[in-house]
């Protein structure tokens, strides 16, 4: 079984510039989480869908945002770009997390904001 | 606003030795906590959960859950070198929502052959 897919694994941007990251969960997956991750501030939640709809968003600008589509698949989005959005950006998928703890990180994709 | 307090580390232990790492967390409703292992230059990887008071085993791991004094460990016995890693606290949200994890900044842990 295939595990959790991101693209691209690296991405370089300069400042103002917008990105669109795409992650693919587990197969049969519905739920999709996005962490952004840097070594100051470590693992912050970003946001989490669930069939389409976005159930919870944690304390980011609202220059990040999100999407998921009708299989799965889940974009994030972040505008207008600071240099402090260098970061990890790992997207986790589970079943649902209700009934199923456990999340499944992909290999995450690694931004950097000249 | 809720915290998890990790010490940062490094903690250096011989292998065959019992490594423990420790955390702590603000709120006091938190109902589950995890331990995650992050290898350097990889994606964190689920080890352990609990959601009880006391002590839960999974082979060489042994978490433990103390909600009064807010305090979650991990043992790892017989530490091996390939447990050289990031360990990582997280608690879930308070509402149950396990995907919403507060996480702490992680413990290096190196395991000496």
């Known amino acids: 079984k295939a595990g959790v897919t991101q693209t691209p694994r690296y991405l370089i941007k300069t400042r103002g510039q917008q990105v669109t990251l795409s992650c693919s969960p587990i197969?049969?997956?519905?739920?999709v989480s996005w962490y952004q991750q840097t070594p100051g501030q470590g693992l912050q939640f970003l946001f989490e869908?669930?069939?389409?709809?976005?159930?919870n968003k944690g304390n980011f600008p609202g220059r990040f945002s999100g999407r998921q589509f009708s299989n799965s698949r889940s974009e994030m989005n972040v505008s207008t770009l600071e240099l402090g959005d260098s970061a990890l950006y790992l997207c986790?998928?589970?079943?649902?997390?209700?009934?199923?703890?456990?999340?499944?990180f992909g290999s995450g994709t690694q931004l950097s904001v000249l | 606003q809720k915290e998890v307090e990790q010490n940062s580390g490094p903690l250096s232990v011989p292998e065959g030795a019992i490594a423990s790492l420790n955390c702590t967390y603000s709120?006091?409703?938190?109902?589950?906590f995890f331990w995650y292992r992050q290898y350097s230059g990889k994606s964190p990887e689920l080890i352990m959960s609990?959601?009880?008071?006391g002590d839960k085993e999974d082979g060489r791991f042994t978490a433990q859950l103390n909600k009064a004094s807010q305090y979650v460990s991990l043992l790892i016995r017989d530490s091996q070198p390939s447990d050289s890693a990031t360990y990582l606290c997280?608690?879930?949200?308070?509402?149950?929502?396990?995907?919403?994890?507060?996480f702490g900044k992680g413990t290096l842990l190196t395991v000496n052959p």
């Open positions: 986790a998928s589970s079943l649902d997390p209700g009934v199923d703890e456990k999340l499944f």
């Open positions: 197969s049969g997956h519905r739920s």
């Open positions: 869908y669930f069939s389409e709809t976005q159930r």
């Open positions: 709120d006091r409703v938190s109902q589950s």
């Open positions: 997280a608690e879930g949200d308070s509402g149950g929502s396990n995907y919403k994890l507060t």
């Open positions: 609990i959601y009880s008071n």
